[in-house]
């Protein structure tokens, strides 16, 4: 961590402001920064490092104390008193917290040794995971089977302190998962590969990399601003608001995405007040959800950038609210209170509600047209006007949605266990995209019965055992995530049977599958993405885990080489079953096998890490593809998945 430092005399807020906050909360106590905020036990996280002794696990992070934190919550403590007439202390005024990583991996049949589908219709099966170019569109098995790149990212946190009750955090990575080399100075446009600048024709003759401009070269940015919320604390509780990270229990269904490795995470747009209650932490939020089409996306306010916000309606975004009561202790207090002898149990509950009533599910054509033409939508485009053909506004979905968390850590000498569990139960009275219909009106809208019925669920039970001083790591996980039998891909959002892909990736990320014809009911649970079980299967072939069932059995070691110097061995194998088998390539129950294995260096002193993994997923008969269910080619046995990764970083 990095401190900029500054003696400050400005007098603090007085009882006016306690007396806004009191509107708000209801009692008093420490306040945290995101809904639900708790500590989990044994952190999900792939087969990056072996969990670090006496601490909480991350990916390959090295854990140690953070004395600063701890400083900071026992000074927060002790301001309670007189805190009308205190004068400020001395103030970290900037804190700057963060890591650099580097990640190169190379990734073996990836596509478990099954091309297209059908080579002279590619677009009517994929294989499992994208092949190499030199494939090409090939029915079956290709030759070439290597895919890899090393990736980077410098992410900074900082936290500006304006006293030591409010401040301003914020969230920003830079180079996010860029892929080393892929900006060199000869490429001009990333959507024109072929073009080349004069100062290299050919990549061979590339001398330096350029910077990545978005739209240009790449399609991201170089610098991307993730997150940033202010925090304003009190006697009474805590107020945020902003953009900030969520995380519940775990992390299996709102995960932060903090560990080293993490590509992502849940972020939320929050206005949140936070209080303790009989020792428990209670917490409020009004969450702002996908809020529909702004003034700035027409061709209108596309021309005024600097211009004030206006949203178009009231009634097309996505109205949240939030609600979590969490009983906690702190890492070490849990640690220390269980090593002692005593019961330890934490636990949580949280209740998100959403509801929507307008949303535009597809442009009309008149909207497309001007679109294609100006490159950019008109406010008529949006008409409100749902009798009219010229119509991009549905209104009346009548979509609500509520999602129910419960959450427990129990400990007791070196015994943790823990479980969470999330369900999404809710209804659309008009699903649009999300089901294929019989018949469309000259509108392009569906004809005839419109709802959806959503009802999921997601689970995880883990224990965990450390012994000899937290220096052998003992764990039992399992978890499972309702599927559905949709399996069917569309290519556009009005889908029929002549727009259909019945082969699709299998990543979730890369396809869109809504509910075949007459099903009106959505099953399909989905763990965060950043939740890590394993290093090949759920992770990048599904992206996540969904109608899966698994069971993981780990086990790591570390050794200390020197005052603050460890080596980790670990090693973990992961079962994974659908229990809706009809939606796999093969309808079958099996999805396979995968033993993942890691050497993991740390230096706590100087916060360096580095190690190697290597995992291979032996895939069963729910990933193959009979030749009696692909007819028209493909067919064809799975075939193991490898990947060699090495991963080195920073934290500071």
């Not at 747009?269 to 936070?274: L, S, V």
């Amino acid at each position: 961590m990095i401190k900029l430092n500054c003696f400050c005399t400005k007098t603090r807020p007085g009882l006016a402001s306690s007396l806004v906050f009191a509107t708000l909360l209801g009692g008093a106590g420490a306040a945290w920064a995101q809904m639900g905020a708790m500590p989990g036990g044994m952190a999900p996280g792939g087969m990056g490092a072996p969990p670090p002794p006496g601490g909480q696990e991350h990916d390959e992070g090295p854990a140690e104390a953070a004395p600063e934190e701890e400083g900071k919550a026992a000074a927060e403590t002790g301001a309670d008193s007189g805190y009308a007439n205190q004068r400020r202390r001395k103030t970290q005024v900037i804190e700057l917290d963060g890591y650099f990583r580097l990640n190169p991996e190379l990734l073996h049949n990836f596509n478990l040794g099954l091309g297209y589908v059908d080579a002279s219709q590619p677009q009517n099966g994929f294989p499992p995971f994208p092949t190499p170019l030199e494939c090409g569109t090939k029915a079956g098995g290709c030759a070439q089977k290597n895919l890899g790149q090393t990736s980077m990212r410098l992410r900074l946190e900082p936290t500006i302190n304006i006293s030591d009750q409010v401040r301003v955090v914020a969230q920003i990575d830079v180079f996010d998962n860029l892929i080393m080399g892929s900006t060199p100075d000869s490429l001009i446009a990333a959507s024109r590969p072929d073009l080349r600048s004069n100062l290299a024709q050919t990549g061979i003759m590339s001398n330096s990399t350029a910077t990545p401009e978005s739209g240009q070269n790449t399609y991201t940015s170089a610098v991307r601003p993730k997150r940033a919320w202010g925090e304003v604390d009190s006697q009474i509780g805590s107020l945020r608001f902003g953009r900030m990270p969520w995380h519940f229990g775990r992390g299996m269904y709102f995960n932060k995405g903090d560990c080293p490795t993490c590509d992502g995470g849940t972020t939320v747009d929050r206005i949140m007040a936070i209080t303790q209650l009989y020792g428990h932490q209670f917490a409020l939020s009004w969450d702002f959800g996908p809020s529909g089409y702004a003034w700035g996306m027409t061709d209108v306010g596309r021309s005024d950038p600097s211009g004030p916000a206006l949203d178009l309606s009231q009634n097309d975004e996505v109205v949240e609210f939030a609600a979590a009561l969490t009983m906690l202790d702190d890492d070490r207090r849990f640690r220390e209170r269980a090593q002692s002898g005593e019961l330890v149990l934490n636990y949580g509950a949280q209740l998100v509600y959403r509801a929507q009533n307008n949303e535009v599910f597809k442009l009309s054509p008149s909207a497309k047209a001007n679109q294609t033409q100006n490159g950019a939508i008109s406010r008529t485009d949006l008409d409100n006007n749902t009798d009219s053909s010229s119509a991009s506004l549905r209104q009346n979905i009548n979509a609500w949605l509520l999602i129910p968390s419960v959450w427990f850590k129990l400990g007791w000498k070196a015994l943790t266990l823990e479980f969470e569990s999330t369900a999404l139960v809710g209804r659309m009275g008009n699903a649009g995209p999300l089901r294929m219909y019989e018949s469309y009106g000259p509108d392009g809208q569906p004809v005839g019965d419109k709802h959806l019925s959503i009802l999921q669920l997601g689970w995880v039970l883990a224990a965990d055992l450390k012994l000899y001083k937290d220096s052998l790591f003992v764990g039992l996980e399992t978890g499972g995530a309702t599927g559905d039998q949709a399996e069917t891909a569309c290519r556009d959002v009005a889908c029929n049977a002549n727009e259909v892909n019945p082969s699709p990736y299998l990543n979730y990320r890369w396809k869109f599958v809504p509910q075949p014809f007459k099903d009106s009911s959505l099953h399909n649970f989905y763990f965060s993405p950043e939740y890590h079980v394993d290093e090949i299967f759920f992770r990048r072939i599904m992206g996540t885990i969904t109608n899966a069932i698994y069971v993981k059995p780990s086990i790591a070691y570390w050794l200390d080489v020197a005052e603050g110097r460890q080596l980790g061995l670990s090693g973990a194998v992961v079962y994974s079953l659908a229990p809706v088998p009809v939606s796999t390539p093969g309808n079958s129950m099996g999805y396979g096998i995968e033993m993942d294995l890691s050497l993991g260096y740390r230096n706590i002193g100087e916060k360096f890490y580095a190690g190697l993994v290597w995992g291979v997923f032996w895939p069963f008969g729910a990933l193959s593809r009979p030749v009696e269910l692909f007819t028209s080619g493909g067919s064809g046995s799975a075939s193991a998945a490898q990947i060699l990764r090495a991963f080195m970083g920073i934290k500071f």
